[in-house]
């Protein structure tokens, strides 16, 4: 009897209670005298332990690589009463994925003959960062092209154009973007007049740094086809002189006129901004990029990076959400959302503009520009039935909106839309019925706003290194009872709403330490202006943002945003413990390694 139960040979392993009763059966044992004892004692002992009956775990197999003598901050939730977040001090690594952390006599005990050994000499680790709001294929373009980021004078500004002048071939567009001209002792906006000084014949098309407002020069006006009989369009606005003639200023949709007469950049140009701005991102520590790059064509790019195993970071493409349902479809089954490496998912629509280029649309004018409150993208109605459309085909949605108008209109939009999707139980792209709808930018919001954010679930992806820059002139804009509410990362978390963080790479550097910096202090990085403390967060609450945060707005909390077992082998090495350091510390840390999938992409001298 007893070896029956038992097995001398161990018949039963790995067949579990129920394959044990059926080799019972097999071999007509049902109706032996002790059977019904058998049948119980199992019962009773697989019931205390699931393991009984099982094949006993095989030994664990050896590491890929080991990293010992780490300061690792897991991003865990700890329960001690000396730390917020459980820290470990060696991590291994198996394939693509984390096998295990804990201390260094235990990580080393899956040391292998082939295993490598990286001693990390004490510095700090942390889950990779996950930029939850950028535009790649831009920021490598502007790279490529007249870059005007920081650019401190109108003469400076013409100078940097007056250089690629100079090289260009005959005919050639000049492009390029950052300029702001806040910065500038006199903070007058260029105009037509002052590219056509020194385009020498070219037509000549340059952003200002959020993207929302252009400036182009007579040429590129002409080849445009904008005069003083061109209408605005929807959502956007021709700035003109006092006769009516166009100054050269153009205001979000104002753009497209000359967007469209453009000649698109080669596939080589594109592949070299992409390579030079994945660098950028390996270089600060960015291992997952959410990105808009709506040109189908950067998209395929990033697509021959991953087959010749090139791409150093995991991207989420974003498509556009005026697309048809047709043909955002297709795209989405182009490539499976099964790659965590690289797919598309969320729609990327416009509400409104910015604060800086006086077009974010809002419920009360600007403070200092009475006659205006903006530039609203849609009509509500057609909006809305787009949105609902979209959801009801399975579509997460992601709406830019600054302004309060803005995140009204998005935030209707989002209510109708769920509420249609739960009647008919559509599911969410990962399974479920929280479609994680988001709300980009959120930056001037009411507190009944914030608060439906939490009723109806809404991701808010914020870029707090924003701050540094609006901070100069955001009050003046909204009024000071307006900002006190701006910028609202407190606000959003004190009620439960998920944030995501990121950069809008290129319109802020993609380093991440400028955002947390921001976070934890919204000072200026000189430390002399202040903008509304009460919205600080903590060092923890910023990281989180930016990992798991992030990874939840994009339905990957469980594959990264954690430095624990199963989970992707993203993460990064730092020269500081930027839990410790004092904040303009932080702004100086360097990365020492970036680690994407267990493979180093980049590594610091």
């Known amino acids: 009897m007893m070896e029956f139960a038992t097995g001398a040979k161990a018949p039963y392993q790995g067949r ?10 097999t071999q007509k ?30 030994p664990n197999p050896k590491a890929d690589t080991i990293y010992v003598h780490a300061n690792v901050y897991t991003g865990v939730p700890a329960t001690s009463q000396f730390s917020s977040v459980l820290r470990e001090e060696a991590i291994a690594v198996r394939g693509d994925r984390i096998q295990a952390v804990g201390k260094n006599v235990e990580i080393e005990k899956l040391k292998g003959p082939q295993t490598q ?6 510095h700090f680790v942390m889950p990779g960062f996950n930029d939850a709001h950028m535009h790649l294929a831009d920021a490598g373009l502007q790279k490529l092209s007249v870059d005007l980021i920081g650019v401190k004078t109108l003469a400076e500004f013409r100078k940097r154009v007056l250089a690629k002048v100079e090289t260009a071939k005959p005919g050639e567009w000049i492009l390029g973007g950052g300029w702001d001209e806040t910065m500038w002792p006199v903070k007058a906006l260029p105009s037509r007049w002052d590219l056509d000084e020194v385009s020498g014949g070219h037509p000549v098309f340059l952003d200002r740094v959020d993207g929302h407002l252009a400036v182009a020069n007579t040429r590129a006006l002409q080849l445009a086809g904008i005069t003083l009989a061109s209408r605005d369009p929807q959502g956007g606005k021709i700035d003109r002189d006092e006769t ?13 006129a000359v967007r ?5 950049p080669t596939y080589e140009m594109r592949r070299q901004g992409i390579e030079v701005a994945l660098a950028d991102l390996a270089a600060h520590g960015v291992t997952s990029a959410q990105d808009y790059s709506p040109d189908w064509e950067n998209f395929q790019i990033y697509e021959d990076l991953e087959k010749e195993g090139k791409l150093t970071a995991r991207i989420f493409e974003w498509l556009p959400f005026d697309d048809s349902v047709e043909e955002l479809k297709k795209k989405r089954d182009s490539h499976p959302q099964s790659d965590l490496m690289l797919h598309t998912g969320m729609l990327k629509g416009f509400m409104d503009g910015s604060v800086g280029g006086h077009t974010a649309a809002l419920l009360e004018p600007y403070a200092d520009d009475p006659k205006n409150s903006g530039l609203p993208r849609y009509d509500a109605d057609k909006l809305n039935e787009m949105a609902k459309e979209r959801v009801l ?8 909106a600054i302004g309060d108008r803005g995140i009204q209109m998005a935030l209707d939009a989002f209510a109708g839309a769920e509420k249609i999707a739960r009647a008919q139980k559509v599911k969410a792209p990962n399974g479920g019925d929280d479609f994680r709808l988001r709300i980009e930018h959120a930056q001037v919001t009411t507190p009944a706003q914030i608060v439906r954010f939490k009723e109806l679930r809404v991701v808010a992806s914020m870029q707090p290194s924003h701050v540094l820059t609006d901070m100069r002139w955001a009050q003046d804009r909204l009024g000071p009872k307006r900002a006190a509410t701006a910028y609202a990362w407190a606000g959003f978390l004190n009620q439960g709403v998920t944030l995501a963080f990121g950069t809008d790479y290129p319109v802020e550097p993609v380093t991440p330490f400028r955002g947390l910096y921001a976070a934890i202090t919204r000072k200026s990085e000189n430390g002399k202006q202040e903008f509304f403390p009460k919205q600080k967060l903590t060092m923890d609450q910023a990281i989180a943002a930016y990992t798991t945060g992030s990874a939840f707005a994009e339905f990957e909390e469980k594959e990264k945003g954690k430095l624990v077992p199963g989970m992707l082998a993203d993460f990064v090495v730092l020269d500081r413990d930027v839990t410790a350091a004092s ?11 970036t680690v994407v999938g267990g493979k180093t992409v980049y590594e610091g001298k």
């Open 260 to 264: 469209a007469v453009i000649p698109p």
């Open 583 to 593: 904040p303009e510390k932080v702004l100086a840390t360097k990365v020492l390694r």
């Open 393 to 400: 085909a399975g579509f997460q949605l992601g709406f830019h």
């Open 244 to 256: 009516g003639h166009p100054t050269g200023l153009l205001r979000d949709t104002a753009q497209q």
């Open 16 to 25: 579990g209670l129920f394959a044990a009763l059926k080799r019972c059966a």
């Open 29 to 58: 044992l049902m109706g032996h005298p002790g059977f019904l004892v058998v049948f119980c004692c199992l019962a009773f002992l697989q019931a205390r332990n699931p393991a009984v009956g099982q094949t006993p775990a095989a």
């Open 117 to 122: 050994v990286i001693d990390l000499g004490g």
